[in-house]
């Protein structure tokens, strides 16, 4: 028995022709559900990269307890209790993150890695001097990875030599190297289509339009504030990524052909989570609410020993810390008591779980029966308390400081820490997600998640499944009381807060009005957020205004912005009422 997952990021559901995309050129992701089962109602756990990683390694939900890290000396990794057990278990990605501070513990579980360099500005080429950039519309460019970038494009400058290619060569040498061998797993992960959406003329070719603008294939974070056809062709570019992926499943699925492997092969196509691209105003993800289009995910299986269950469907709630105890039970290795997921329904139309769960560290928590969508807001303003639960300190791509280890305290072991104490320091968010407020989405009525509803009764329901799972994944005190909701007893209408938040919800939902339509002159909202912090008259505006803003950590990523994408990022910290006195004062300097 053998067993391949493939992998990509942020690959949107809704664009894929198997889930209703009906304008995308994606003829192997159909191929591929007439084949395999296809499930319905896949929701992703933890976000994003590395923590959804995380539980694909351990079949257990991590962002309650930590925010980006590397698997934890307590976890139990599927890749490693394979190879424990007698299963070859091999890696081939371009996925940067991998061998970054934040990731770096997640390769080593396998027998054998390998690596492809150059993706989202991979630290990979050397350069001194500047590269050539040319005009573009992105504008949050934090470190020197957007810099980077554009030094690693010329390296990739032809689709053999693309990271994504490279990585699927890699993948098919395994499996025909290997095709005669038993016991063997293969991950083959491209990082793609996650941004920069980087692709050659052949699948730009798929999406012809007319477009004479900025370069424009990296969105930043942030509410949409650029024109109708810069925004379609941010689509397409994307789209364009999305078809050189489904080129590379094909790929997989003939060699599958070729080799007979079908009879004896598990497969697994999936995902970490979506990217929204213009959907309700956003661009990308983690600094809005988590909206089906970057939960609700793709998720295709194919089991030998389920061969009537080609081309079926599968309704069942699923989510990625399924993924774990499915591949161990296709290989008869036990499955860890703290692993909570479950083994997919392939073959079978069991009912699946009750509810999931689904969120980033210190932001909402989200809980969904598949049915409706409940994303619970801190309680308060400060989003407080919020503790990183580590005994690995390190960020995305750099350690923890000394000032902020310098509060640590030693906690009470938790049930999956096999007896040992964790860090407890104190944690921090990129964006306060309480602007947002807490939200309740009714997906039969409103699919879109357009129209929160206030619901009383909706609400008590789904905030009683929500308690009830963060018990089950032993949330720390601290969670209960950031979030306002009880950590023994009951869930009662005191604990409601949708009705109590929904002005704020309202106000954060407001679209934000373009730069052009408030008045500008030697200083406008299109001047970088530093530039009018080094005025002493500007920086004085801000602060009347716009408080906290000047004494902000972000200011050493976001000084070169200018202020009118800072605001789109913030969302509801800048509101538009705020913004016209800001830009009207501004302009009379």
């Not at 934090?142 to 010329?154: L, S």
């Not at 009422?577 to 830009?583: E, G, H, M, T």
């Amino acid at each position: 028995m053998r067993a391949i997952m493939v992998m990509f990021d942020s690959l949107n559901r809704h664009m894929l022709p198997p889930y209703g995309g009906d304008w995308t050129h994606a003829p192997n992701f159909a191929r591929l559900a007439e084949r395999s089962t296809t499930f319905d109602t896949c929701y992703a756990g933890s976000m994003p990269c590395m923590p959804a990683r995380r539980e694909i390694h351990t079949g257990r939900h991590n962002f309650l307890h930590r925010s980006w890290g590397p698997l934890e000396p307590f976890d139990d990794s599927m890749p490693e209790l394979l190879k424990q057990s007698g299963v070859y278990t091999h890696l081939v990605s371009d996925h940067p993150h991998y061998w970054e501070d934040g990731g770096a513990t997640y390769h080593g579980r396998y027998n054998t890695w390998e690596f492809f360099r150059g993706q989202e500005g991979d630290p990979w080429k050397g350069q001194v001097a500047d590269p050539e950039i040319p005009e573009d519309l992105k504008k949050i460019r934090f470190g020197a990875g957007y810099r980077q970038d554009w030094v690693n494009r010329p390296y990739m400058a032809t689709e053999d030599r693309h990271p994504q290619t490279l990585t699927f060569d890699a993948g098919l040498e395994f499996l025909r190297t290997n095709q005669e061998a038993d016991r063997w797993f293969v991950q083959i992960e491209t990082f793609d289509p996650h941004e920069p959406f980087f692709s050659h003329q052949p699948y730009k070719d798929l999406y012809p339009h007319d477009y004479d603008g900025p370069h424009f294939d990296w969105p930043d974070y942030k509410r949409v504030t650029e024109t109708p056809d810069q925004v379609e062709h941010g689509r397409f570019e994307y789209a364009a990524l999305l078809s050189m992926c489904d080129h590379s499943l094909g790929r997989v699925l003939d060699t599958m052909d070729e080799l007979g492997m079908w009879d004896d092969t598990l497969l697994v196509v999936c995902t970490d989570h979506g990217l929204l691209l213009g959907e309700k105003g956003w661009w990308g993800k983690s600094v809005q609410p988590w909206f089906n289009e970057l939960v609700h995910l793709p998720l295709f299986a194919w089991d030998p020993r389920s061969a009537t269950s080609g081309g079926e469907r599968r309704e069942a709630l699923v989510q990625t810390i399924d993924l774990a105890p499915t591949f161990l039970e296709f290989f008869g290795v036990h499955r860890p008591e703290d692993m909570q997921g479950e083994p997919l329904p392939i073959g079978t139309n069991a009912p699946g779980r009750e509810a999931g769960l689904f969120g980033i560290h210190g932001g909402h928590v989200n809980v969904t029966d598949g049915r409706y969508v409940y994303m619970r807001a801190p309680a308060s303003p400060d989003n407080a308390p919020l503790f990183e639960h580590t005994l690995m300190p390190t960020h995305m791509r750099g350690r923890f400081t000394p000032d902020e280890l310098a509060d640590l305290e030693l906690a009470e072991p938790f049930g999956f820490t096999k007896g040992v104490r964790t860090l407890r320091v104190p944690g921090r968010t990129l964006l306060n997600p309480y602007q947002h407020g807490t939200l309740l989405f009714d997906l039969e009525t409103d699919p879109q998640q357009r129209t929160p509803l206030v619901d009383d009764e909706a609400e008590l329901r789904m905030a009683a499944l929500l308690v009830e799972l963060l018990r089950a994944n032993e949330a720390p005190p601290s969670q209960y009381q950031r979030l306002g909701l009880p950590a023994e007893g009951p869930v009662t209408e005191t604990h409601l807060l949708v009705r109590l938040q929904r002005a704020q919800a309202e106000r954060a939902a407001e679209p934000l009005p373009r730069a052009e339509d408030y008045p500008a002159g030697r200083y406008s909202l299109r001047t970088p957020l530093q530039a009018l912090i080094s005025d002493p008259v500007a920086v004085e505006v801000l602060r009347r205004h716009l408080p906290g803003v000047v004494d902000s950590e972000l200011l050493q990523v976001l000084g070169p912005t200018p202020l009118i994408d800072v605001a789109a990022m913030a969302g509801a910290h800048f509101p538009a009422p705020r913004l016209r006195q800001v830009a009207e004062e501004l302009a009379n300097l």
